[in-house]
């Protein structure tokens, strides 16, 4: 009766990987993208977020946050950067920066190195 109900969204194919065995390496977890502003200009995203290999044994709450990530691009949000930003945790980008709408998320993409 007039209650949204959020669909599950599946992470991008490349960060399905994450299965026993396969480990992911300290780094950066990158996001780009294409999007139309509210203003009407398409304008190219790219940011970083720093993982810290504490993070790396609980992968469960890594891909939780890397979703989360997903998601808000997806709902036509994206945080406020400039162009290669690495912001050092996934705290930062969510607490402490400011997030604006979008028109359209034309593409967008998440990855992550894994270890060999």
């Not at 993982?51 to 609980?58: F, G, K, S, T």
């Amino acid at each position: 009766m007039g209650v949204e109900v959020r669909r599950y969204r599946r992470v991008p194919s490349n960060l399905r990987r994450m299965r026993i065995g396969v480990r992911p390496r300290a780094g950066i977890v990158r996001f780009y993208g294409l999007v139309t502003t509210t203003e009407g200009k398409k304008k190219r995203i790219s940011f970083g977020v720093r993982v810290r290999e504490r993070m790396l044994r609980y992968r469960r709450n890594l891909m939780s946050l890397i979703r989360a990530t997903c998601n808000s691009i997806l709902d036509k949000e994206v945080p406020v950067h400039k162009q290669g930003d690495v912001f050092s945790g996934f705290g930062e980008l969510f607490e402490e920066t400011k997030w604006v709408r979008v028109r359209k998320v034309h593409w967008y993409e998440a990855g992550v190195h894994y270890e060999r």
